[in-house]
């Protein structure tokens, strides 16, 4: 058996391992930006914000609402001091408050082009061209016109080779099209990072894509599986608007909960997402490369592979097993909500009345090589709590994010995992129910909860490299 070098979630991630991020936001068109904003702040230790920007999107198309931003984070710089008591790394309010751009307020294309560079255009060329060798990630929650200025202007003033330089410096993801440059985006730029659920939601878009995963259990999703008792204004109320100034700027939602967090989740640090890999799946989601097919929620044909919708199959908070592409996100559910309510206690209490991730360690490398009928033995072995509760365990084979093709058995695995609730736990490498030619990557999930109020997971992620 090969070892590789074993990696490990770091709860203090050093500035250089964060992902750099600007936000393209068109807040106040409902309000879903602004519970996903509250959301974001409180994982600001996370990231490298590089802006905060005001768009508009075709469900605000004539006004930019930055003073909104301003507010959330003014009541973020309220709370800042404390957060860091439980963290270091959190941004001041006064930083990010000079980071608040806007862009013209105007629809979609109407804004790209000659003359219309705007504060959030030029914010986002100047991000790009940083001298810092991490990409840039683009969450987009409303519409993407102040990208595409931002890429029409460094296409019509730099060389072919600088613009693919630029270009291959971004990560987007975008939460549908709420615009009608998202598809120009990706047909004249073919390389671009791009993660989205193509469509708009006046053809119904939105209830076909991933991201309503979230929380669309009622709404625009419309699915089941999720525990849909923990998306709730009730559950909010009590876990987020009740605490402090920045959970008093937590709205009500109208249609559901902060249909753009996911844009954001697979980068924090929680040991489970790789972001330059979206098909391996994490809190916000797994995405797969290839080109879809016209659907009739589209703007216009994809033209090239796109970072789009798959599925997951999971068993759900009713007992019952799903599969579809909203479970990507749901399935993870419990966890990030649990998380959520436990950073919003870290806004308001001090570091002995609240809870804390756990540290989850491999007592093996994180890439492991074996032959189909091998045993594989896994070990969580150092994995340990800061605040001293007892910990337990959860392996399971995350068999989608893979490349060996294993279905499942009558227990709904497709791998069998002895001691799966263990510290120390062992399969044996497939050899049946596997499709030719049995060979490949298959990914095994270690899942370390607390017993803390409320009870957080963190993970680690091994990939076992199945040879003949």
Known sequence: MLLAA????????????????????????????????????????????????????????????????????????????????????????????????????????????????????????????????RPLWVPVWGGSSVLAQALWKVRATRSPEALARFVARLRVYAISDQDDSGPWLRENFPRLFYIVSPGINASGGYHHAAWSGIAGDNFHGRFAGGDALIVSNEWLEHNVRRKGPL????????????????????????????PERPDWGGWGGRYELYTPRKERWFVQPETRPIWADTQDEVLGADGKWHTSNHATIWRWRAAFQNDFAARMDWTVKPYAGANHPPVPRLGHAAQLTARRGARVDLSAEGSSDPDGHSLSYAWFAYAEAGTMVVSSGRSGQPVEISGHDQQKAWFTVPTTRVLPPGTGTLHVILAVTDHGTPRLTRYQRVIVNVVP
Not at 248 to 271: I, K
């Open 247 to 274: 959970g008093a700027e937590y709205p009500h939602w109208e249609f559901m909960m902060e249909g753009d967090t996911p844009s954001f989740l697979n980068l924090v640090n929680n040991g489970l997402s790789n």
């Open 6 to 133: 074993a990696t490990a979630y770091a709860p203090g991630a050093c500035a250089a391992d964060k992902p750099r991020v600007m936000v393209l936001t068109d807040i106040e068109n409902e309000p879903d930006d602004a519970m996903s904003l509250v959301r974001f702040l409180v994982y600001a230790n996370q990231f490298d914000i590089e802006g905060l920007a005001a768009t508009t999107s075709v469900h605000q198309r004539g006004r930019v609402a930055p003073q909104r931003i301003r507010q959330i984070v003014t009541a973020y710089g309220k709370v800042r001091n404390n957060l860091e008591l439980h963290e270091p790394g959190f941004p001041t309010g006064e930083a990010l408050l000079a980071r608040v751009s806007e862009g013209l307020p105007v629809y979609g294309m109407e804004g790209v082009g000659e003359g219309r560079d705007s504060s959030a255009s030029e914010q986002l060329i100047r991000a790009v061209d940083r001298d810092d060798a």
